[in-house]
């Protein structure tokens, strides 16, 4: 009705001037962690900077943007929500001026945030981010390890420019362009009876203990390869961390699945690791480079998947486990 304010509309009444992109920024990057201590380090600061940028923000807004509840860190206020979703516009548009300076200076420079599945990010990701700020040396580059849902998440409300990930239900809204097909492969102990095989099946494997790497939308895809010949695994572990899975197989509590083999034949804790070719199983996954739709239109954006387009194929394609090749045992052998 006329003459009724709404929430957003006091907000908005009540934004100064005298507000910095950093402690935009520093606001936002609480909002995602709901931790000072997190946000802090993830924006490389000390917590005292953002605890002061967050005081700043309310003292000139005159708002309240923060419940603060001892032990469980921040929850946005009402207030806080229609701000950040304010911020999160204001925040693109600054980038759209980072892009126009871009295209102008023809150079690629300013910040890029990447995220990367948590499966595969510490064999992926260091790398690539290496190699690619020492081709444009004027970037800003900023990783997130995340799950699939974290991901999509993360593309849409633009705190994640692009990211690494498998085609793993992708949603419309999203563009995916793929980089490499990764079947499904067993990993074994060294003394596991199956661990010499030059290929299993499920049905061998339906009997003995998995350990299960259970990550959204991945654990749904290493079950299917029971299901779909109507059978259940007997998973006796759950780890969502794909390191501690790997030592739980190294010392012998159960199997895995996996689509993308490490570099070495080791567990973390140093225990023989050996990786079989699955047959019969589920479609291979394929790993791509995920954007928002209209984001590849970003020169910082562009230049990261030209770069990516060449180097994760070439990287990844010696360790890919396929049919019919033998077992992958050791370097040695």
């Known amino acids: 009705?006329?003459?009724?304010?709404t929430l957003r509309d006091d907000v908005l009444s009540h934004m100064p001037s005298r507000i910095t992109i950093r402690q935009l920024e520093y606001f936002l990057s609480v909002c995602d962690f709901g931790s000072i201590a997190q946000?802090?380090?993830?924006c490389n600061v000390s917590s005292p900077s953002i605890s002061a940028a967050i005081s700043q923000l309310e003292?000139?807004?005159?708002?309240?943007l923060f419940v603060r509840r001892h032990a469980q860190g921040l929850t946005l206020s009402q207030a806080g929500e229609v701000f950040g979703e304010r911020v999160r516009v204001i925040l693109r548009q600054v980038q759209g001026l980072n892009d126009l300076a871009n295209d102008l200076s023809g150079k690629v420079r300013g910040p890029l945030r990447v995220g990367c599945l948590l499966t595969f990010a510490q064999i992926i990701l260091p790398k690539l981010r290496r190699s690619f700020i020492e081709t444009y040396p004027e970037i800003e580059f900023h990783?997130?390890?995340r799950d699939q849902a974290e991901i999509f998440d993360g593309l849409r409300t633009?705190?994640?420019?692009?990211?690494?990930?498998?085609?793993?239900?992708i949603p419309s809204d999203?563009?995916?362009?793929?980089?490499?097909?990764?079947?499904?492969f067993a990993l074994f102990a060294e003394d596991h009876p199956l661990a010499r095989a030059p290929a299993v099946t499920p049905e061998e494997l339906n009997d003995h203990p998995m350990v299960l790497l259970d990550l959204p939308l991945s654990s749904e895809y290493f079950l299917s390869c029971f299901s779909r010949h109507g059978l259940r695994p007997n998973v006796v572990e759950r780890t969502r961390d794909i390191a501690v899975m790997r030592s739980l197989v190294g010392n012998g509590f159960g199997y895995s699945l996996a689509n993308i083999r490490p570099h070495s034949d080791r567990s973390p804790d140093g225990r023989r690791l050996c990786f079989v070719p699955l047959a019969a199983g589920?479609?291979?996954l394929r790993l791509g480079l995920l954007t928002s739709q209209g984001a590849k239109a970003q020169r910082t954006v562009s230049a990261f998947l030209d770069h990516a387009k060449a180097l994760v194929p070439q990287e990844l394609e010696p360790n890919v486990v396929r049919l019919p090749e033998a077992r992958f045992c050791g370097a040695a052998e």
């Open 158 to 169: 633009a705190r994640f420019d692009v990211a690494l990930s498998y085609d793993l239900d």
């Open 59 to 64: 003292t000139e807004l005159g708002l309240k």
């Open 282 to 284: 589920p479609r291979a």
């Open 174 to 184: 999203l563009d995916f362009m793929p980089l490499i097909d990764l079947p499904l």
């Open 1 to 5: 009705m006329a003459g009724q304010r």
């Open 143 to 145: 990783q997130f390890e």
């Open 39 to 42: 946000a802090a380090q993830h």
